[in-house]
């Protein structure tokens, strides 16, 4: 088991920035493919970034291209998510997902919510216009 716990959201304007962290524990973290997903008010949940297990790939939807960057550190079992430029329609609940990479190069990344074995019970993130 793989226990993930984000912190970091909040209520943010328009154009400002917020960082969110997600902790694992339970499992070798770098065994695991990471990734953040956001799930807005009546609509699927939907992937905002992924990491290969170690962070040497990366993916973001083109929602957040250029604005979201996600980094991890596997001495502390940590993933993060950087988000600048942010706009109302960021507004959602945030997800860290884990899903175990056993592939020898360690740069696969997963993109669909089904991929993942493991998630963090969310945070919310508001943006204010």
Do not use: H
Not at 23 to 29: I, K, L, Q, V
């Amino acid at each position: 088991q793989v226990q993930l716990v984000e912190s970091g959201g909040g209520l943010v304007q328009a154009g400002g920035s917020l960082s969110l962290s997600c902790a694992a524990s339970g499992r070798t973290f770098s065994d695991y493919s990471m990734s953040w997903f956001r799930q807005a008010p009546g609509k699927e949940r939907e992937i905002v970034a992924a990491l290969s297990r170690r962070g040497i790939t990366t993916y973001y939807s083109d929602s957040v291209k250029g604005r979201f960057t996600g980094s991890r550190d596997n001495t502390k079992n940590t993933v993060y998510l950087q988000m600048d430029s942010l706009k109302p329609e960021d507004t959602a609940v945030y997800y860290c997902a884990a899903a175990e990479d056993q592939s020898y190069l360690g740069i696969q990344y997963y993109t669909r919510a089904g991929q993942y074995d493991y998630w963090g019970q969310g945070t919310q993130v508001t943006v204010s216009s």
